[in-house]
């Protein structure tokens, strides 16, 4: 009787306070942090088909067999166990707001989760039969398209081939979670269609058939696809979560994912399958075979490999295709109770040698058509507790080469430990050693770097919710690079200090200050420099301290339950050891309309926002708001306007149409970009439509 009451007594609360935090404005605060720490203009795909999937097909809490909840980057281990826990001892949850009686999450983490779960009986059955799969599934059609105005100077010379336009589809046919098909073709602005170099039609073609929970297979696909094993070291593709925000550092390695449906990079490409051997053991095995672009191409040799997906003009058309690649593999997965293990093993093989340009910083970098890789994992987890780590190891002729000049073994490794010292209180440590010989093209390790090479480190996260209903991010991260890399030609190190404190205000808003502190070093440009520093440094390379500060304060309010507003402001500044300081700032108001009275669903978004900074590195990233797999995360500098209208409207129960109309106008330019993407004059305009079916 008491849990009833309250029960009910949550579910008033929610229905009273309903908005309170909207859920849109948590998830922008997410996958913002995401991409300023990762300094992404645009975000992952396969992360907002995730949460998208989540949304139309929510996931059951009370379904304890089920790790379906572990696929979110925010969800760790411990906090489903507390789930499974107060479900072993009260029985099934009668509503998700049930989070909020248990111990071990904090209120940002259950208003990022509400929209995406549900809690209703659990209905165990057999399999379904193929006809039933075929048949009783849910079908959805994707059209979109997207161009800018006014052309650039590609389209004015003839140096693009095709329109400028994006164009692309997505079909998917879905049976509950047992079976998945998906189709899709994107061309990009500039590249032909249905015409010269693109005769077959779009630029990319991608797709793929899933199947899941079919008797002793786990999953099995065939066509593009992800694999995701461990802590990102020895075998990781697509999306990666970060290790810095919030006090989860440790990753959820699902083994095979599907990929974003217009990804035309970074996927595998093949056969995959995952079987249970045992009652606590899973064997996946993989096989893929792609046609990589790449740049330099001899009869016998490439450069290096071309990854932007662009076939725009001619020079960009000669890199398709130039190099193949095969990559098989396997995966050992044992997990019992509090303890998991993991081994990885695969091998790759080009059909040509790759073989970079030498520069002062790539003399480390992979060379040859081959390379082994293998590793091993495990996690262990007792009470409030958990331990975690990785280590791989790396073999072909050109690391045996480096290893006999003197270097380093190709090893790396990740270690870590994430504790729950209350429900409210989360730290997590953890201490990364990669190689400068270790060699891995498809890892995805947590660093400053990329690829788990050359760098070592010390992160330290914590997580708080404090009195007075604050919640505190906070992690300091320091790092090492022994050898020279791109961009810095000498040893170098570093460390970067963020804080986020977030309070849900009592009335419909939530207020948030986050702080950016990065110091770092670069090659230092004897352009603007001063001459007394000039006689001082005599080298042909040397690095300058950069160092960098970003701030935001935020607010967000609902103001009816129709009418939701949002205003931010940003500040940054960086100081150099040689050169003057750069500042900037960033301001900018959102609204977003739902009329209640509206004889279909309609949700207006608009944006104003004013900028003025002085140079790349004091730019800022601002999150937009964007049609359906299209968040983006531009960044600014130079001064200017920058504005957009974003609608969404039910057209019918199955069909929705989508439209953004964006503009950008700079006060301190006469054109806008580089290269073959300058466009003249200081105004530029966006046009994005959606139509989305489904039946």
């Known amino acids: 009787m008491k849990r009833l009451l309250l029960i009910i007594g949550f579910l008033l609360a929610a229905l009273t306070l309903r908005a309170q935090v909207a859920e849109g404005t948590l998830w922008q605060h997410y996958l913002e942090q995401w991409a300023e720490q990762n300094e992404q203009e645009s975000l992952p795909e396969e992360l907002l088909e995730l949460i998208d999937e989540c949304r139309q097909h929510p996931i059951n809490l009370n379904d304890t067999l089920s790790l379906r909840i572990l696929q979110l980057p925010f969800v760790s281990e411990f906090q489903w166990e507390i789930v499974k826990a107060y479900i072993l001892q009260n029985g099934p949850l009668y509503s998700a707001n049930e989070l909020r009686l248990m111990n071990g999450f904090d209120s940002i983490t259950i208003g990022l989760l509400m929209p995406l779960v549900e809690a209703v009986p659990v209905e165990y059955r057999k399999p379904p039969s193929f006809r039933e799969m075929l048949t009783g599934g849910r079908h959805q059609l994707l059209l979109l398209s997207r161009t800018v105005l006014p052309r650039s100077k590609g389209y004015e010379d003839s140096t693009y081939l095709g329109s400028p336009y994006r164009m692309g589809f997505r079909y998917s046919y879905k049976y509950g979670q047992y079976f998945h098909l998906q189709l899709s073709g994107e061309k990009d602005p500039g590249e032909d269609f249905f015409a010269g170099t693109q005769r077959q039609g779009f630029d990319h073609y991608g797709g793929f058939l899933l199947l899941n929970e079919m008797g002793i297979v ?5 066509g593009h696809y992800n694999l995701q094993f461990g802590q990102g070291l020895t075998l990781w593709s697509g999306f990666a979560p970060w290790g810095s925000f919030g006090a989860n550092q440790k990753r959820y390695g699902q083994g095979i994912r599907t990929p974003g449906s217009m990804t035309e990079t970074g996927y595998l490409q093949g056969l995959a399958a995952t079987i249970r051997v045992a009652p606590h053991t899973q064997f996946t095995s993989f096989y893929s075979y792609k046609n990589l672009d790449a740049t ?9 490999i071309y990854s932007s997906g662009y076939h725009r003009s001619a020079l960009e058309c000669s890199k398709r295709g130039l190099l193949n690649e095969q990559l098989f593999g396997f995966n050992i997965h044992y997990q019992k109770g509090s303890l998991s293990l993991g081994m990885t093993g695969y091998h790759s093989f080009f ?25 091993l994992d495990a996690a262990y987890r007792y009470r409030r507790l958990t331990l975690f780590a990785e280590a791989s190891a790396s ?45 891995n093209l498809h890892a995805s390790p947590f ?12 992160c330290l996260t914590w997580q708080s919710q404090l009195p007075g209903g604050v919640l505190l991010d906070a992690s300091f991260d320091i790092y090492r690079f022994p050898l020279p890399r791109y961009g810095v030609y000498a040893p170098s190190s570093g460390n970067e200090a963020r804080l986020r404190l977030i309070r849900t205000l009592k009335e419909n808003g939530t207020l948030s200050f986050q702080y950016q502190f990065r110091n770092q070093e670069k090659n230092a440009s004897r352009t603007g420099m001063d001459s007394t520093f000039i006689d001082r440094w005599h080298p042909t390379y040397f690095v300058e301290q950069l160092q960098t500060h970003r701030l935001q304060i935020r607010y967000d309010y609902q103001l009816t339950p129709s009418l939701g507003l949002s205003s931010r402001a940003y500040f940054s500044y960086t100081a150099c050891e040689f050169h003057p300081s750069n500042k900037g700032w960033f301001l900018l108001q959102d609204f977003r309309y739902s009329p209640a009275m509206a004889r279909r669903p309609l949700t207006l978004t608009a944006r104003y926002s004013y900028f003025r900074i002085s140079s790349y590195d004091a730019r800022i990233y601002a999150m ?9 995360t531009p960044a600014f500098n130079g001064n200017g306007h920058r504005c957009y209208l974003i609608a969404r409207w039910g057209l019918s129960p199955s069909i929705i149409f989508s439209a953004k109309y964006g503009l950008t106008a700079y006060t301190d330019r006469s054109e806008i970009g580089s290269g073959h993407d300058v466009t003249e004059g200081p105004l530029r305009h966006e046009f994005k439509a959606q139509l989305l079916f489904n039946f």
């Open 351 to 375: 059909d040509k040698e790759i073989e970079p340009q030498t520069y002062y910083y790539n003399h480390q970098a992979f060379r040859g058509s081959g390379n082994t890789v293998g590793g």
């Open 447 to 458: 660093g400053q770097g990329s690829g788990g090479q050359n760098e070592s480190g010390t």
């Open 296 to 304: 330099g191409a001899t009869d016998s040799t490439v450069q290096s």
């Open 218 to 222: 786990s999953r099995a696909i065939a």
């Open 624 to 632: 937009e708001s964007d049609l359906l797999y299209e968040y983006s």
């Open 395 to 439: 073999s072909n002729p050109y690391i045996s080469q480096l290893v006999s000049e003197g270097g380093d073994l190709p090893l790396a490794a990740i270690a870590g430990l994430q504790f729950e010292i209350s429900g409210n209180h989360h730290v997590g440590l953890s201490q990364r050693y990669y190689s400068a010989t270790y060699q």
